[in-house]
């Protein structure tokens, strides 16, 4: 059976404000351990290092041309992609989500109707820190993310306390519901199940894509660290729902149920050439987002690592206020019923 290998990078839980690690990411690669190792010796013959690891081989310069090199084997010649957030990004989508939709909702408007929430969460980012005062969104998603996980009065009185103190009558479509402390928005932020962890997220965007590669029935391999736990237990939940249903999520992505993936297992990274492949891959597309940014200094060549990708291997998640194309890239989405049924199906987790 088909093995897609998997490797993540940047999770931080519920906080998504982390400055250390402003993205967060995963690839999945079908690959096996015998063809990985044959790459890593190819790429590597002198490694003395008993495991691969991105961190360690990007300090060398002398080690960026094969790095280069192993990415562009890797992505010519087997089944992979790579999924790239911007966690501040994804973190204003969760405030539209929770802070800003159900008012709507409640009046009958279709807040995510071709991606809109996209649209305003954009310019949240780009525009917000000027637009709302000095320091008033920095403070807004932090009390947002606090109210999210502690779901307590005082969490929720911060939170609209905060939104109070913006100029948010600029752009009362976004800050309004908060600002008059609207009730269903703050029983959607209260409510048992709802997150910032973004392992979710990051899953469902990778399985619309391994869905897809996969001929037949597959399975998924990871390593056994900590923070893939929280993978693990979430794709056990996404294996074990049969209810049938499809979601259009943009032009390009949707999603099925039951899917084709039948199983997830844990390996120790240190004997698996394949998942030590994906943590390199997943590694190099991190770093790139944070060298094109401005948030690290360069060292492997950004623009080098992400050119090596086709269309169909690299998702990101990034902010964009080239309106017009969100609107058409999102056209018909299903956005809220795909949150509807999360929400009945899977929340909690």
């Given amino acids: 059976m088909e093995c897609f290998r998997i490797d993540e990078s940047g999770y931080t839980g519920y906080d998504l404000l982390n400055r250390d690690q402003p993205f967060q990411g995963a690839t999945a690669i079908a690959i096996d351990d015998d063809a990985a190792g044959d790459l890593i010796r190819r790429h590597f013959p002198r490694l003395q290092a008993g495991e691969l690891k991105y961190?360690?081989?990007?300090?060398?310069?002398?080690?960026?041309?094969?790095?280069?090199?192993?990415?562009?084997?890797?992505?010519?010649?087997?089944?992979?992609?790579?999924?790239?957030?911007?966690?501040?990004?994804?973190?204003?989508?969760?405030?539209?989500?929770?802070?800003?939709?159900?008012?709507?909702?409640?009046?009958?408007?279709?807040?995510?109707?071709?991606?809109?929430?996209?649209?305003?969460?954009?310019?949240?980012?780009?525009?917000?820190?000027?637009?709302?005062?000095e320091g008033a969104l920095d403070r807004l998603l932090t009390c947002f993310q606090r109210a999210v996980h502690d779901k307590t009065p005082k969490a929720l009185a911060d939170l609209v306390a905060s939104a109070r103190a913006s100029r948010w009558r600029d752009l009362p479509e976004a800050l309004g519901p908060l600002a008059?402390?609207?009730?269903?928005?703050?029983?959607?932020?209260?409510?048992?199940?709802?997150?910032?962890?973004?392992?979710?997220?990051?899953?469902?965007?990778?399985?619309?894509?391994?869905?897809?590669?996969?001929?037949?029935?597959?399975?998924?391999?990871?390593?056994?660290?900590?923070?893939?736990?929280?993978?693990?237990?979430?794709?056990?939940?996404?294996?074990?729902?049969?209810?049938?249903?499809?979601?259009?999520?943009?032009?390009?992505?949707?999603?099925?149920?039951?899917?084709?993936?039948?199983?997830?297992?844990?390996?120790?990274?240190?004997?698996?050439?394949?998942?030590?492949?994906?943590?390199?891959?997943?590694?190099?597309?991190?770093?790139?987002?944070?060298?094109?940014?401005g948030r690290r200094r360069a060292r492997v060549d950004p623009e080098a690592t992400l050119s090596q990708y086709t269309d169909n291997q690299l998702i990101h998640l990034l902010p964009s206020i080239d309106f017009a194309e969100q609107a058409r890239a999102r056209q018909g989405t299903q956005a809220a019923e795909l949150i509807d049924y999360y929400a009945a199906h899977f929340a909690g987790e």
């Fill in 55 to 133: 961190r360690d081989l990007m300090r060398r310069p002398a080690n960026h041309s094969r790095l280069l090199a192993l990415q562009r084997d890797v992505l010519t010649n087997y089944k992979c992609v790579t999924y790239v957030c911007d966690k501040r990004f994804l973190l204003l989508l969760m405030f539209a989500d929770y802070a800003i939709e159900p008012y709507y909702y409640e009046r009958g408007i279709n807040f995510y109707e071709n991606g809109q929430n996209y649209s305003l969460a954009s310019l949240l980012y780009l525009v917000g820190p000027q637009l709302l005062g």
């Fill in 180 to 293: 008059t402390a609207a009730p269903e928005c703050l029983a959607a932020i209260a409510t048992h199940g709802v997150t910032t962890d973004a392992a979710f997220i990051v899953l469902q965007a990778l399985i619309s894509r391994t869905e897809v590669m996969a001929a037949g029935p597959y399975r998924i391999e990871h390593d056994e660290s900590d923070n893939l736990r929280a993978y693990h237990r979430m794709l056990q939940r996404l294996i074990s729902h049969q209810e049938p249903a499809t979601f259009r999520q943009s032009d390009i992505a949707s999603l099925t149920f039951p899917l084709k993936l039948t199983s997830v297992s844990h390996v120790n990274s240190r004997s698996s050439a394949a998942v030590q492949l994906a943590d390199v891959m997943i590694g190099a597309a991190v770093e790139a987002a944070s060298t094109l940014t």
